[in-house]
Nanobody
């Protein structure tokens, strides 16, 4: 069973940084594609970043350069480093396990609020 627990969200000023973590249960982790999505109020959930089991990464439009996804297979954890945060980055951020768009493996989400 896939279980995902996000942490690291909070309130940050524009220009600040946060690192989100997603802890996964089970020995399946190292073989799965892992992704971060986000959903802002009134908007559809959007893909933020994806990392394959071998570490290849892909990012949503305009996010590469500010956001970095990484994983530690020994700790069953995927991270999202977010720098130069903007108010429009405010959203609930979700961790996802599996092929993007083809699974229902979600964490509970962590709120990120960028505001002065």
């Amino acid at each position: 069973q896939v279980q995902l627990v996000e942490s690291g969200g909070g309130l940050v000023q524009p220009g600040g940084s946060l690192r989100l973590s997603c802890a996964a249960s089970g020995s399946w982790f190292s073989t799965y594609i892992m992704s971060w999505y986000r959903q802002a109020p009134g908007k559809q959930r959007e893909l933020v970043a994806t990392i394959t089991r071998n570490g290849a990464t892909n990012y949503g439009d305009s996010l590469k350069g500010r956001f970095t996804i990484s994983r530690d297979n020994a700790k069953n954890t995927v991270y999202l480093q977010m720098n130069s945060l903007k108010p429009e980055d405010t959203a609930v951020y979700y961790c996802n396990a599996g092929v993007p768009g083809s699974n229902n493996n979600w964490g509970q989400g962590t709120q990120v609020t960028v505001s002065s």
